[in-house]
């Protein structure tokens, strides 16, 4: 079942495609204005040249026909500054939207990095779309001028619901990230004299011999306590280890009982014969000797 964190994310994702669909008409319209524009102003001049636009006309008539460049000094220049500022500032809410590059703009224009909410965002939209929308335009560019003021509106109410959380609530690479904590994860036990990292490093058949090994260890010391954390770390070599070991069917012979090496070697006690000279032979004469 899908969480409201999956529903905030989608919900946000969608007003980020509206608003990118938006930027992309102001952009298309701005150009398509400016075309008009110059169009209208040199007809307007052609006529002035010709003289079919009198002193008069030139009074009466606030805007140029056809166009929303003001009858004034240096009405040309402006409206098409005007017109150039917008698109560099559809642009930028573009790049902003995209999330690139997010360095950036979280060091020259923090208010449209990753570190900051929606509402900056949609402040600079209700201003563009509200310059627009302040000029007789025609139909394409009225729409796309309105359609920007509306995402602009939704972009501020979020920016106050969420705050500068709403960026990352609606990050993909953060959702992948946040999405790997759903999935079970299991802790191993971890042992200080088994070296695991040097095995996880091998082949394939040494590293399935590696966790062969560690499984058999693992299960001969949770046998003896030494793999619980709310126990002692082991029973030792005395006679506790020597109760558990019999409790668990294992026998513990006696070592034989060896002198160390640094003690000399014993040497034979020396024979009667060799401490004391052989005697000479004796002869006894008998009654019978001649």
């Not at 058999?216 to 006679?239: I, P, T, V």
């Amino acid at each position: 079942m899908i969480g409201a964190r999956a529903y905030i994310f989608f919900a946000l994702n969608v007003v980020r495609f509206l608003s990118i669909v938006s930027i992309i008409l102001v952009f298309a319209s701005s150009i398509f204005v400016m075309v008009k524009d110059i169009e209208a102003v040199n007809s307007f001049d052609a006529a002035k040249q010709s003289g079919n636009v009198t002193a008069q006309d030139l009074v009466d008539c606030d805007y140029i026909e056809n166009s929303t460049v003001p009858n004034q000094i240096g009405g040309v220049f402006w409206a098409v500054i005007n017109r150039l500022l917008i698109i560099f500032q559809v642009i930028i809410l573009f790049l902003s939207e995209i999330g690139w590059p997010s360095a950036f703009f979280d060091r020259f224009f923090p208010v449209l990095g990753s570190n900051f909410g929606l509402g900056a965002l949609g402040i600079f939209q209700g201003l563009i779309g509200a310059a627009v929308l302040s000029q007789h335009v025609d139909d394409f560019s009225l729409v796309s001028a309105f359609f920007m003021f509306v995402v602009g509106c939704m972009n501020m109410l979020l920016g106050l619901i969420f705050r500068e959380s709403a960026k990352s609530r609606r990050s993909i690479t953060s959702w992948r990230e946040e999405a790997k904590g759903i999935l079970p994860t299991t802790n191993l036990p971890s042992f200080a004299h088994l070296d695991l990292n040097r095995s996880a490093t091998s082949g394939s058949g040494r590293s399935f011999a590696s966790s062969t090994v560690y499984e058999e260890k693992r299960k001969d010391l949770a046998e003896f306590g030494a793999g619980r954390s709310n126990s002692r770390a082991g029973y030792g070599f005395g006679r506790q280890g020597e109760k558990a070991a019999g409790l668990k069917g294992f026998l513990i012979s006696q070592p034989l009982q060896t002198l160390p090496r640094y003690a000399a070697r014993p040497t034979s006690a020396p024979s009667q014969s060799s401490r004391s000279p052989s005697p000479e032979p004796r002869f006894a004469s008998s009654d019978t000797a001649v």
